[in-house]
């Protein structure tokens, strides 16, 4: 590993660096880590436009299957950018948080898009227009996870408002797929606002396994073709409480 930036904050540890092996795989890669490993981006170098990770190759399929000609999308979560880079063409909209991440996502990752936004996702999202965006994608998270303002029935309404009446939202989670309180509590939260609901997950060799769980919602029925779903396998989620703000 060779590091190429790294600070400390209040909350949470960011860092740079260069490796030749990312999950197994052997290339050069660039990659953007926060606290407790947490990998937000990854840069495969010899291959720029590659898009390494399955979980955003997988929300792109989404995003094509059910609806095709979409224009706009609002991102909650910077990162390096990967979503809104593959669709230079369309109009994104996207919020994030940390300053410091919008810049290393320019200087490190090559990042040139001035679509985004520096504050709170919800706060930002409740500046725009009413039946606005095709797609809301969440892709956010603190050391302690996705923050719960993120996940809540104020916020999902809020959602609801801002999309367009064919529009979905579109979430990436980390947790695990079986028996999991807070999966649950997301899952019921959102069917108090979304008539259709989908869950899917990488596979994993067991049942505690920490991994990403994707959730759309929306107001018409999900289409997808698994064989385009980057690994990801439809799951099922059981009922739970419903999330307040």
């Not at 916020?155 to 609801?160: E, G, I």
């Amino acid at each position: 590993m060779h590091p190429l930036f790294r600070t400390s904050t209040d909350h949470q540890e960011i860092q740079v660096y260069d490796t030749t092996e990312l999950y197994g795989e052997k290339g050069r890669f660039r990659v953007l880590q926060f606290s407790g490993d947490a990998i937000q981006g990854a840069l495969d170098l010899t291959h720029p436009r590659r898009v390494v990770f399955e979980y955003p190759r997988a929300i792109i399929h989404l995003m094509e299957c059910n609806e095709p000609y979409f224009e706009d999308v609002f991102v909650i979560g910077h990162g390096i950018g990967t979503i809104a880079g593959y669709y230079a063409e369309k109009r994104f909209t996207i919020a994030e948080v940390n300053p410091e991440v919008v810049e290393l996502s320019r200087q490190y990752f090559g990042y040139t898009g001035n679509n985004v936004r520096v504050g709170d996702g919800r706060t930002l999202l409740e500046n725009e227009q009413d039946h606005t965006y095709d797609y809301i994608i969440l892709d956010a998270f603190t050391a302690e996870g996705t923050p719960r303002h993120l996940i809540s029935s104020g916020f999902f309404s809020l959602s609801r408002e801002k999309l367009q009446r064919r529009g979905s939202v579109i979430m990436n989670l980390m947790g695990r797929s079986d028996n999991n309180r807070l999966m649950d509590a997301i899952h019921t939260t959102l069917g108090e606002q979304f008539a259709y609901i989908k869950a899917f997950a990488l596979p994993s060799g067991g049942h505690t396994d920490v991994r990403n769980i994707l959730l759309m919602a929306s107001d018409k029925p999900i289409r997808y073709q698994a064989r385009q779903m980057a690994g990801f396998v439809e799951i099922t989620l059981g009922q739970g409480h419903v999330i307040l703000d």
